[in-house]
T-cell receptor, first 112, second 115 residues
């Protein structure tokens, strides 16, 4: 089963706090992507990680791909209200490159 | 910035009727995808399409579903005989290359409501 799990499901924090959300699977993925989705809109790609152990930074967001390519994390430093949204991880496997599996998402709310 | 556009934004259809959802992918992209998102649930892969053929499909994409690229710009999803459980947001996406790790650009979706 190519299941992607995300935790926590919901997160509500104060502006300026740091947070980490997680994406886990029992399967190996050839790549993982992180998307952000706003209500009524389609997902918007934030980053793709491909190599085990890879770390990518996007301003205050840091993404890490696990060494075994089964998990990933997204860390946000000094969260802003504009970071509020649904964060989705998604991945594809070497056996089905064009089939992208999405996790259920972490709904983040940053309170001013 | 080029974007994926989907029409209509909301489609209301009687159960059993056929529905066609339309997408205009980004013009130089070669890979096209359909996803659905049932209210409150995760985004689910339906199908990927390349070189006028389906390259991958999920178990959701049964004989009631079909995709077509009727001309050089449109990419359509047809549901032949809609069921209540087909009610969902349907997202189209495109990428300039495949292999899943290429950036996929999503449209804003069509909300399909089956009565």
């Amino acid at each position: 089963t190519q299941l992607l799990e995300q935790s926590p499901q919901f997160l509500s924090i104060q502006e300026g706090e740091n947070l980490t959300v997680y994406c886990n699977s029992s399967s190996v993925f050839s790549s993982l992507q992180w998307y952000r989705q706003e209500p009524g809109e389609g997902p918007v790609l934030l980053v793709t990680v491909v190599t085990g152990g890879e770390v990518k930074k996007l301003k205050r967001l840091t993404f890490q791909f696990g060494d075994a390519r089964k998990d990933s994390s997204l860390h946000i430093t000094a969260a802003q209200p504009g970071d509020t949204g649904l964060y989705l991880c998604a991945g594809s496997q070497e056996t089905s490159y064009d089939k992208v599996i999405f996790g259920p998402g972490t709904s983040l709310s940053v309170i001013p | 910035e080029p974007e994926v556009t989907q029409t209509p934004s909301h489609q209301v259809t009687q159960m059993g009727q056929e529905v066609i959802l339309r997408c205009v992918p980004i013009s130089n992209h070669l890979y096209f995808y359909w996803y659905r998102q049932i209210l409150g649930q995760k985004v689910e892969f339906l199908v990927s399409f390349y070189n006028n053929e389906i390259s991958e499909k999920s178990e959701i994409f049964d004989d009631q579903f079909s995709v077509e690229r009727p001309d050089g710009s449109n990419f359509t999803l047809k549901i032949r005989s809609t069921k209540l459980e087909d009610s969902a947001m349907y997202f189209c996406a495109s990428s300039d290359w495949g292999y899943g790790n290429q950036p996929q650009h999503f449209g804003d979706g069509t909300r399909l409501s089956i009565l």
